[in-house]
């Protein structure tokens, strides 16, 4: 159990395997966010239909509401939200990050008032370990501090440090929570490497998170928050010689098409982003040719496909037409359909580099997926 097995590698990609207590996830691969227990307008069977293999849940919001020890009476995560395959749950690091002035950090942890009724918590490593032992998902995320892009040198590095020395207390905490219960072991924690755009300070910080190992997986948390594409590339590319080869690694927040190839192009294995459904809900659809904009008047009376590549429901069912007239008469249906197509999109995506990787071809492939991504433009 939380086994990887790297199958092929062409250039810095990888193709593996990340064997888990409810399933096999095959890398790279993306994860649909379901921030309360579901991934917006979907339900598990267009999930599945769309090829999804592990999910990400928001520990932040399921202990607001309806709180972990409900979720546990209902059966636990999986059975709460009608999913039987892999479920990874976040620590509730950047959920906090994103209150701003609600929220205070200490040594202790984030004291911060709720977004839905103003109360006070305190959500410690200790608290936030024991919130997602509760809910029971496959794997559990240490608790960090997240800081912005424009966060300066000092405030980098005070979060990194604060980071690391909360992953003490989470695996601590992790391990007396496991020693506790009969064996097989049904969760796995893994590390955040935090460090923003400076490659020096990741480096340092990912190699005293190894020296607190050994991990199943290592996540790299803070990009794809607000930082310029280059600079999160080129953290990327200074991390992956020194990351471990046998473990899954997971680029939080990302899950823009080129971002993902990029990413791959780099070594990382997992992602997981809102990108495709909240785009899709408003109206923004993937296609092999650059994104489209559904609601344009010259898809009034388009007879084709959002993409006739496509094997989801959306694109063997409806036209263009059809779906610009959900959006125009405000129907829900085409806030699912569109969300459904990009879930699908992403994932085909994966699978593709997947092949590629497998095939030994995967930077020629890159370069001529991203050419014409970028040629096709946007409608």
Known sequence: MFEFAVDAVSGAARAGRLTLPHGTVSTPAFMPVGTQAT??????????????????ANTYHLHLRPGEAVVAQLGGLHRFMGWER??????????????????????????FRSHLDGSS?????????????????????AFDQVVA???DGAAVRDALERTLRWLERCARRHSELARAEPPPLRQTLWPILQGGGDSRLRADGLRRILELGPWTGVAIGGLSVGEPKP????VLEALEPRLPAGVPRYLMGVGFPEDLVAAVERGVDLFDCVAPTRNGRNGSAFTPDGPINIR???????????????????????SRGYLRHLFVAEELLGLRLLSLHNVRFVIRLASDMRTAVRAGVFPRWAAEWRRRYAEGGSA
């Open 39 to 56: 991934v917006r307008t979907l339900s598990p069977r267009d999930l599945k239909a769309a090829g999804a293999e592990l999910v990400l």
């Open 296 to 318: 344009n008047a010259g898809h009034r009376a388009d007879p084709r496909p959002l993409d006739a590549s496509c094997d989801c429901e959306t694109c063997t069912t409806f």
């Open 86 to 111: 892999p479920l990874l749950t976040d620590s509730g690091g950047y959920q906090v990050f994103s209150l701003a002035g609600l929220r205070q950090v200490s040594e202790e942890g984030v004291e």
């Open 121 to 141: 918590r305190l959500l410690s490593p200790e608290r936030a370990v024991d919130i997602q032992w509760t809910l029971g998902a496959d794997v559990a995320m």
């Open 149 to 151: 892009a424009s966060a």
């Open 231 to 234: 600079v999160m590339q080129a």
